[in-house]
């Protein structure tokens, strides 16, 4: 029997504002104390009064355009009614119904084909506190991230396999943080996933009962949390079980999915309209702003990189992957023509050794490019193609001001690196080749043309390899007619 996974994912992003959601406390209080970043608000005290950051709505509202959603014209905040510690007010200021975003799609590139995800909505709360679990069985609780602003978006039941399913979230990432939306810190968990999965036999129409898997938070551990449920569904069927609907944890550890709740204690939210905030009323004249205000998106950046600067698409896709890299190379771009380089140059040393020192030293743009800057790598590319520095001297020269910031011209000058291309020089050097090498001359007497290729290799030698090759084939050519 073959079995067929389906897979919805719900992925909550910390909407990037100085204040909460809905007072005045700061957001960026992860490391500070516990509970030093809180108010009668965030506290959920009784007669406190709410007021939603602009700041918030607006970033939410940009997200929702550059997902193609539509954009709700009253949207209602509605208060989501349970009990837990880290919940202070005992109900979850969100969006049922009438959320900010309906609608809208992300597009996946799954084996060179593109795959149109499709959104149901985006809605935006607040985020809870944090409950911390001691030792001694004890909890301690931090409300510094309670009431940070959260913006939920939800896809429709469409994605394939974990693979497509990481795919999405990859995408998604790269989008929030490229329109500055979201910091795209994982690790601190800026960008979550809940993962809805269920399975059903081939042939069968109706989807299979779902399980959530909650709170994954890294590109791997959605791929095998999702891979490993799909499994897990499968042999429970085969074994001739019932998947119950259920909410489950991933277990990075041990690598399975744990059962948390089943659906008889899901939980009957009563969800209303938040008496204390109005609806929120988007006009035109809110939205034709922050449409104007969208940076290129990645995925016109990617076509106009082809188009423009001929790369192909792998080249172009690397060159996106961030807006700050691909500002960084088109900074580069413009400093390398202007010098009669080309923009394919710039695209060649940017992921051959700017990626690759990034790599290996575990750096990030933001520090590197303190250092080297776009004219920088520039330098390096003008001074190979001028000839003043030989390819493998423009390596050395390249990770030099990588490292230290130096201007390429001045490494080559404190370093000597410039390339022998004087001719006398040449011609003495050759000359001394040929005199110590008569087999050689008398190869290239009977017709071996191989013999100039190793009297070159000589001057190279001669020079520590910063001879011109052109110039030294020249010498040596020049030397063996006076022979
Ligand atoms: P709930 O009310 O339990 O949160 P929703 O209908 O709002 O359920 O769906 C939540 C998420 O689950 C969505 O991303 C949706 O695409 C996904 N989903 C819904 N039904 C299924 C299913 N049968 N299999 C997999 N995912 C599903
Ligand atoms: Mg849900
Ligand atoms: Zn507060």
């Known amino acids: 029997m073959k079995y067929i996974a389906t897979i919805g994912l719900e992925v909550h992003a910390q909407i990037q504002t100085k204040s909460k959601m809905f007072c005045g406390c700061r957001t960026d209080a992860a490391h500070a104390e516990p509970n030093t970043n809180v108010c009668p608000v965030c506290l959920g005290l009784p007669g406190s009064l709410p007021v939603p950051n602009k700041q918030a709505i607006e970033q939410a ?145 109706e989807f299979g009962t779902k399980v959530e898997i909650k709170n994954v938070n890294s590109f791997r551990n959605v791929e095998r949390a999702i891979n490993y449920e799909i499994e897990r569904q499968i042999s429970v069927i085969e074994n001739g079980g019932k998947i119950i609907q259920s909410t489950r944890g991933w277990n990075e550890g041990l690598g399975k999915t744990i059962e948390q709740r089943t659906k008889e204690f899901a939980h009957d939210y009563r969800y209303f309209p938040d008496p ?102 520039a330098g390096v590319i003008a001074l190979l193609n001028k000839g003043t520095i030989t390819r493998a001297s423009a390596k050395e020269v390249f990770e030099e001001s990588f490292v230290s910031g130096t201007a390429p011209d001045v490494i080559v000058a404190t370093r000597g690196l410039a390339v022998i291309g004087d001719s006398d020089a040449l011609l003495t050097m050759a000359r001394e080749a040929v005199a110590n090498n008569p087999k050689a001359v008398a190869d290239f007497k009977s017709g071996k043309d191989v013999a100039i290729k190793f009297l070159v290799g000589q001057i190279m030698k001669a020079s520590r390899g910063q001879a011109s090759p052109q110039a030294a084939e020249e010498a040596v050519k020049s030397a063996l007619s006076e022979v």
């Open 61 to 205: 509202i940009m997200t929702g355009l550059a997902l193609n959603s539509s954009i709700t014209t009253d949207s209602v905040i509605s208060r989501k009614n349970y009990f837990y510690p880290d919940l202070p007010s005992a109900y979850q200021r969100s969006q049922y119904e009438d959320p900010l975003c309906v609608g809208g799609h992300v597009d996946i590139t799954v084996n060179g084909q593109v795959k149109r995800i499709d959104l149901t909505r985006i809605h935006i709360e607040e985020d809870t506190g944090k409950l911390n679990h001691m030792p001694d069985g004890s909890s301690l609780i931090d409300y510094n991230r309670a009431g940070v602003p959260l913006m939920e978006i939800v896809s429709e039941p469409v994605i394939a396999s974990a693979e497509e399913a990481r795919l999405y979230f990859q995408t998604l990432h790269q989008l929030l943080v490229w329109i500055g939306v979201n910091s795209g810190n994982l690790e601190e968990g800026a960008l979550r996933c809940d993962a809805n999965v269920s399975v059903r036999p081939e042939g069968q129409k």
């Open 276 to 377: 204390d905030i109005p609806p929120l009323h988007m006009t035109d004249a809110v939205t034709a702003p922050l449409t104007q205000s969208l940076p290129e998106l990645p995925v016109a950046r990617r076509q106009r990189f082809i188009d423009q600067y001929g790369l192909s698409l792998n080249d172009a896709d690397s060159l996106t992957v961030t807006r700050d890299i691909a500002n960084y190379y088109e900074a580069a771009v413009t400093s390398t023509t202007a010098q009669g380089g080309s923009a394919r140059d710039a695209a060649v040393w940017m992921i051959g050794e700017f990626f690759r020192l990034l790599n290996d030293r575990g750096e990030r743009l933001a520090d590197v490019s303190q250092r080297m800057t776009p004219v920088h790598v």
